[in-house]
T-cell receptor, first 113, second 112 residues
Framework: QQQVKQSPQSLIVQKGGISIINCAYENTAFDYFPWYQQFPGKGPALLIAIRPDVSEKKEGRFTISFNKSAKQFSLHIMDSQPGDSATYFCAASGEGSARQLTFGSGTQLTVLP | EPEVTQTPSHQVTQMGQEVILRCVPISNHLYFYWYRQILGQKVEFLVSFYNNEISEKSEIFDDQFSVERPDGSNFTLKIRSTKLEDSAMYFC??????????FGSGTRLTVV
């Protein structure tokens, strides 16, 4: 019920291409869906987040698409750059006053120059 | 930009020893968290702390773990008797009234 399933586990994209990472959840009480970027040896850094009252949110080259009925959301990275090479985690939170995050398993993105 | 600061960045300890991981959250944040990440795996929630008490904890956060906010700025995670499987990256995070989480850079704990 609390799991967030993320795919693919790894992704290799050419520079300038589109990177797409998908996540699915089961808990309908989740109401906040962030994506985090993590570089080796660093903590997760918030990239972009969405609430379920909108179906899409765009910030620069990063877009979240959200499908409430399917309980799925995805991250699209347009014009992928080698500097985007990192591990990306989707997450969700909702229940509980502290709103702890439930993370997906992560996607290691490699953007080839 | 405000940061969450964690010390030490790397801690090596012998099995059975006590360790204390330290964090300085962002000053005006209200909620404080510890998460851990075993090498190559996902980030897992350990505990949340609000209004000077634990608000939620996961199954991982057993009696060997404790948290404390001894003064107005520090937030600590204590592991009383470390086990090999406690080896992981431990992240402190804080957030304000709304959703904005900020994570620290982590403490890599190695239990030998």
């Amino acid at each position: 019920q609390q799991q967030v399933k993320q795919s693919p586990q790894s992704l290799i994209v050419q520079k300038g291409g589109i990177s797409i990472i998908n996540c699915a959840y089961e808990n309908t009480a989740f109401d906040y869906f962030p994506w985090y970027q993590q570089f080796p040896g660093k903590g997760p850094a918030l990239l972009i987040a969405i609430r379920p009252d909108v179906s899409e949110k765009k910030e620069g080259r990063f877009t979240i698409s959200f499908n409430k009925s399917a309980k799925q959301f995805s991250l699209h990275i347009m014009d992928s750059q080698p500097g985007d090479s990192a591990t990306y985690f989707c997450a969700a939170s909702g229940e509980g006053s502290a709103r702890q995050l439930t993370f997906g398993s992560g996607t290691q993105l490699t953007v080839l120059p | 930009e405000p940061e969450v600061t964690q010390t030490p960045s790397h801690q090596v300890t012998q099995m059975g020893q006590e360790v204390i991981l330290r964090c300085v959250p962002i000053s005006n944040h209200l909620y404080f968290y510890w998460y851990r990440q075993i090498l190559g795996q996902k980030v897992e929630f350990l505990v949340s702390f609000y209004n000077n008490e634990i608000s939620e904890k996961s199954e991982i956060f057993d009696d060997q773990f404790s948290v404390e906010r001894p003064d107005g700025s520090n937030f600590t995670l204590k592991i009383r008797s470390t086990k090999l499987e406690d080896s992981a990256m431990y992240f402190c995070a804080s957030k304000g009234e709304y959703y904005g989480y900020t994570f620290g850079s982590g403490t890599r704990l190695t239990v030998v």
